[in-house]
């Protein structure tokens, strides 16, 4: 059974076996009704407002939908004493840490939905030590692949390169480029955090998943418009904007608990995301008004509307 309030996703990306509600984490009311409904033995907690940058901007907004829901959904989990809860958190919790990113460190976010991923983490722990609710934690990164919501104009660049290709616009990216990640195609690591329920190991963990390989976004810009046929497609570059410079991580422990899963080099994972992306053709996000703080907005961001 699937719960989403589609304001990053679209129905059509579902499986017809898909039992479907629409309809937010933050509704508490609405999750104590489907858990007393279903009786869930598994949940996966992969719901969230994830534009990192944007979320220094929309704070109330970030934790309320980041944290709140989260919250909402382990006290579910807990009332009905499911047996795994799965939530999906983020590198953004190590912030400005010198990578490679490992599980050991000690977090230290430098922005609100980092923050809003490391609530949620402690909040877990505090949940199994007082309830005895088992959970895993993914820290996943920059993840990319089909189905993405390529309309969204500010988080998940790979989807935003192509949809400006496909739109005849520039590739817009902040500053020189130079920024490093590790782009990860999301069949990689979806099979990984659907089995991890099932793995003994897993419980109580965190980990981190995703590609080993970083490439700065100036690289990524080239490989997305040969994966669309566009080699030449423009670039303009915006006024850098306060982001972490380098960030991927490290997956030993993944390794060693799941076993080595498969790492889709880039220019694959880009074809494959490519074909879908021209089949469905360009997207565009509904507006969003919401901005609660204006200061040190990017100009960029100011002049567009935006759609949660």
């Not at 509600?21 to 994830?50: C, K, M, N, P």
């Not at 050991?104 to 939905?113: G, H, N, S």
């Not at 949940?127 to 959970?135: K, S």
């Not at 080699?231 to 306060?242: C, G, N």
């Amino acid at each position: 059974m699937v719960l989403d309030d589609l304001s990053g996703g679209f129905r059509d990306n579902l499986p017809a076996e898909a039992l479907f509600v629409q309809g937010s984490v933050v509704d508490h009311a609405l999750l104590a009704r489907i858990f007393d409904e279903h009786r869930f033995t598994y949940v996966y907690h992969l719901a969230a407002y994830a534009a990192e940058g944007l979320s220094h901007f929309i704070r109330r907004f970030n934790y309320t939908n980041n944290v709140v829901g989260s919250v909402n959904v382990i006290n579910e989990c807990v009332r009905r004493q499911v047996e795994t809860l799965v939530f999906t958190s983020s590198i953004a919790v190590y912030g400005a840490a010198t990578p490679p990113m490992r599980e050991e460190q000690a977090p230290r976010p430098e922005d609100p939905y980092g923050v809003a991923k490391l609530a949620v983490e402690m909040d877990l722990s505090a949940a199994r030590h007082m309830f005895g609710l088992n959970y895993v934690v993914f820290r996943p990164h920059n993840v990319y692949g089909e189905y993405q919501n390529i309309g969204d104009p500010y988080r998940n660049v790979v989807g935003i390169f192509m949809n400006q290709i496909m739109k005849g616009e520039p590739m817009t990216i902040f500053g020189d480029g130079s920024q490093q990640r590790a782009f990860s195609y999301v069949g990689d690591i979806a099979e990984v955090i659907a089995e991890s329920a099932w793995t003994p190991a897993a419980q109580n963990e965190v980990f981190n998943i995703g590609a080993d390989v970083p490439t700065t976004v100036g690289e990524l810009a080239r490989f997305v418009a040969r994966s669309m046929g566009a080699p030449e497609h423009p670039v303009t570059h915006l006024a850098a904007r306060t982001e972490v410079q380098l960030a991927w991580a490290d997956h030993g422990k993944a390794r060693r608990v799941f076993g080595d899963g498969a790492q889709t080099p880039l220019a694959d994972g880009l074809s494959k995301m490519a074909g879908w992306a021209k089949a469905v053709g360009p997207r565009s996000t509904p507006p969003f008004t919401g901005i609660e703080i204006e200061k040190n907005l990017p100009p960029s961001w100011r002049s567009k509307p935006y759609g949660p």
